[in-house]
Every structure is written in C-alpha cells, then in structure tokens.
C-alpha cells in the first residue's frame, strides 16, 4: 500500500514537484483478535497507515483489505458501514472530544449516526454501560470534557470509539499526550477491552516499552516502509534489523546490572525527509553496519527466524531486493 501525497511548488501556476512517500509499499497483515503494535519514530508514516486503513486519509496506490473487501473503492454506503466496524481513538483527548457537548452525547453521538439503540431511554442506557466498561461513572454523562483529567477524557474517547461496537480499533498515540502516572491504567484498561471484546487492536506508538507491554506482534516501521515484524517476545529477544535493535537498545530496563551490561546504540544523523528517501536501504544513512549493496539495492522483507514469522528488510541476513 501507498500514501503519497503530492508536493507542490510555491507560485501561481502550481505544479507538482514530487510526491512525499509517507508510506512507500507496506504490505502488513491484521490478524483477528490480535494486538498489533507499529513503531517508530515520528514522521515514519505510522499515523499515516493507521489513517488509511479506515480511509481516514485516501491510499494513492495499493490495495486495503478489511475481511476480503479492498476497502479503496468503497461506496458511501460501505464506508459508513466500515466506519462502524472499523474506529480510532485519536491522541489527543482534549482537541478530540467537543467541549460543547456533554460526555454523554459525545458518547451518543455515533449511536445516532449508525441507527443504534434508538430513542433516548435506549440510548442513554447504552452511554452508561459504555462508560462503566471504561471504568467511569455512568453519572459523569451529564457533565463536560473540561471536568475531567486527562486520563479521565480518554477514557471517554475509548467509550465513544466502542459504542458501534466495532471489530478493530486503532490506537494512534493513545497515551502520548497522558501523564506518565496515568499511561499504565489507560494501557491496562485497552489490553482488558481488547481481551474481553475480542478486538482486533493496532496499536500505533512510538513508544516501544509500552507498545511491547501490549502487543502480541510488532512491525517497526521507518521512512515509510515497515523493516522488521516479529511476535512481541521474539522482537525483544532477537531484534534482527539494525534499526529495531538501535530501538531497543534506548527502551530503559529495570534492573541496574542489566542497563551497565547493555551496549546503547546511538543513532547519528537524521530522519532523511520523506521527500528525499535514500537510494537502495533508506536507513543506509543511519545503520551502523551499512555495506556495499546498502547503497544501490533496496531490501525486501524476508524471513529471518526458523518459523517464518520473523521477517527484516535487511541485506545483512542475505541480499533479496524489494519488488519495483
Ligand atoms: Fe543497514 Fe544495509 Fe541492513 Fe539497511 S540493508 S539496515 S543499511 S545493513
Ligand atoms: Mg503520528
């Protein structure tokens, strides 16, 4: 899949110049009832694949799938319906919830978009079991986004973004804006939803401590392009492409003999503009061990690991070029 968005010269007759490659040929598999974390640092396209598979934002090329349907070339009518299935719980708990509106409409609100629970007693009784399953009083619903912490508000962001009831629900930097204090009971509280509700989570942080804290599987992602997938355990364990060990390597560990045994990678350089992707690897430019064929020969994603569910894009585990 990709989202290319054009870039455009300044000046009145306006041209397109390029394109930025904010997600340049991902192919990534959901699988149901998993919880899929994607890192990496900000502005490798991560937030921008979260956004296109529910088509928050519009892919150029490539093929989304949801359950077989290429979700690209939906009607209207389908989208809505995927919009139902398919929802995001958004970073930000104070730009994303209306401070006009009382808790209980916001949380109402996509009950009256998608025809559910119709009529008001049927309505408000689902708003309360809505917030009792985040773990608030149903008698806050009366009361605005202001009154509430943090911690508080996104917890009424995840009430609003279950009431569909949907079947996979994506978490772009759901706890990044929260004090730390409350990032671990917002955590647990996703981690207990997904297994109760049996949804299918990803999980979109650049935090890799909490993203392992919640993953079943892991993809790393940079400049676009995801370079390494692995289950959460075989990630940490054996991290095989040089970025994700560089990842590693700054995710701090609680014992203080294992931090004075640990080898910290830094990473020197940049992020390279998504504008400008580098020749042949396009983390060459940072990887401590790039070599010749780094330069000119773009990595495909192979196998690293006996099962196969381990894959890098990396020439260090044999030189196997991307297609195109
Ligand atoms: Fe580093 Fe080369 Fe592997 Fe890219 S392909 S991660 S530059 S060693
Ligand atoms: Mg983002």
Redesign the pocket.
């Known amino acids: 899949m990709q989202v290319h968005f054009p870039v455009r010269s300044k000046g009145l007759r306006r041209k397109t110049t390029g394109a930025v490659r904010a997600v340049d040929g991902v192919d990534l598999d959901v699988y149901r009832g998993e919880t899929l974390g994607l890192v990496g640092e900000s502005g490798c396209g991560k937030s921008t694949l979260g956004n296109a598979l529910l088509r928050l934002v519009e892919p150029t090329g490539g093929t989304v799938e949801f359950d077989g349907t290429d979700v690209t070339g939906l009607s209207q009518r389908d989208l809505r319906a995927l919009r139902r299935r398919a929802v995001m719980v958004f970073q930000d708990p104070y730009a994303s919830l209306d401070p006009r509106m009382t808790v209980g409409q916001t949380v109402a609100e996509p009950l009256q978009v998608h025809g559910l629970h119709r009529g008001a007693a049927a309505r408000a009784a689902r708003v309360a079991e809505l917030l009792d399953l985040v773990g608030l009083d149903p008698a806050v619903a009366s009361r605005y986004p202001h009154e509430f912490s943090g911690g508080q508000r996104q917890r009424v962001g995840i009430a609003r973004a279950l009431a569909g009831e949907p079947d996979f629900v994506v978490c772009d930097e759901a706890i990044a804006s929260l004090d730390v204090s409350v990032q671990a009971q917002v955590l647990n509280l996703l981690r207990s939803l997904q297994r109760t509700l049996g949804l299918t989570l990803l999980f979109v942080s650049h935090d890799l401590a909490a993203v392992r804290h919640l993953s079943d599987r892991i993809a790393v992602m940079y400049l676009g392009r995801v ?1 390494e997938v692995a289950s959460a355990a075989d990630l940490a364990a054996d991290p095989q ?3 994700t060990q560089a990842l590693l390597s700054a995710v701090p560990v609680p014992s203080p003999a294992r931090e004075r045994r640990r080898e910290r990678i830094v990473l020197t350089g940049d992020v390279p503009s998504a504008a400008r992707v580098p020749s ?2 396009r ?2 430019t940072r ?1 401590p ?3 010749d ?2 330069a000119t020969v773009d ?1 495909a994603l192979q196998p690293v690991g006996a099962a196969g569910a381990h894959v890098a ?4 585990h044999g030189l196997v070029p991307a297609a195109d």
């Open positions: 370079v492409h040089p970025y042949g690897c983390f060459r990887c061990q790039a070599f064929p780094c990595p894009a990396c020439h260090l």
